[in-house]
């Protein structure tokens, strides 16, 4: 199964409003990382948060790590139509295996 | 950082036929990844390509279906093979500097098989 689940799958919200995703794995990690994708294309690497941080920022973005709860976040702040994209995590556990994906969210904001 | 430039961006192909996938990288770089992405899904690694020695491939992956060039630092390929619509995808080449740290991706081959 996917080490990384996202929710929402699906995230419609205003221009100017925050939008918040969520990620959750079931194994020991090293890092965490966020990526988008636009339409299909290929992904950006937004920011890599490392199991002992707690939180993370860059410009808009705010990600947060919770390894108790095997869970992260992502938050962006005064979101824009540009945003609109996929949003995937990604994990890498201590077992040394490869990065694994989530299943995204679909950001949309609409103008 | 590393530019990837990754061709064709798209294609439609007739079942039974094969299509080669290219990636090109702007530096050298040990590790380079082929990933597949079904539609509305998320990644999926295919394989690993290494240089100078085989692939390493993810369960569910053959070699035979999933032909993987590497033949030197900067480039590699992968092939589909015998294609038909459920090989219908984008395809993404990525590498990474440092394993597990940022990794930098092509802008992906949307695959259709018809």
């Known amino acids: 199964s996917q080490q990384g689940e996202e929710d929402p799958q699906a995230l419609s919200i205003q221009e100017g409003e925050n939008a918040t995703m969520n990620c959750s794995y079931k194994?020991?990690?090293?890092?965490l990382q966020w990526y988008r994708q636009n339409s299909g294309r290929g992904l950006v690497h937004l920011i890599l948060?490392?199991?002992?941080?707690r939180e993370k920022h860059s410009g808009r973005l705010r990600v947060t790590l919770d390894t108790s709860k095997k869970s992260s976040s992502l938050l962006i702040t005064a979101s824009r139509a540009a945003d609109t994209a996929s949003y995937f995590c990604?994990?890498?556990?201590?077992?040394?295996?490869?990065?694994?994906f989530g299943e995204g969210t679909q950001l949309t904001v609409n103008p | 950082s590393a530019v990837i430039s990754q061709k064709p961006s798209r294609d439609i192909c007739q079942r039974g036929t094969s299509l080669t996938i290219q990636c090109q990288v702007d530096s050298q770089v040990t590790m380079m990844f082929w990933y597949r992405q079904q539609p509305g899904q998320s990644l999926t690694l295919i394989a690993t390509?290494?240089?100078?020695?085989?692939?390493?491939?993810e369960s569910g992956f053959v070699i035979d279906k999933f032909p993987i060039s590497r033949p030197n630092l900067t480039f590699s390929t992968l092939t589909v093979s015998n294609m038909s619509p459920e090989d219908s995808s984008i395809y993404l080449c990525?590498?990474?500097?440092?394993?597990?740290?940022?990794?930098?991706f092509g802008q992906g081959t949307r695959l259709t098989v018809v």
């Open positions: 948060i490392r199991s002992n941080e």
């Open positions: 194994t020991s990690i090293n890092n």
């Open positions: 990604a994990t890498d556990q201590t077992s040394g295996s490869r990065l694994t």
């Open positions: 390509a290494n240089q100078g020695s085989e692939a390493t491939y």
């Open positions: 990525s590498v990474e500097k440092v394993l597990n740290t940022e990794a930098f």
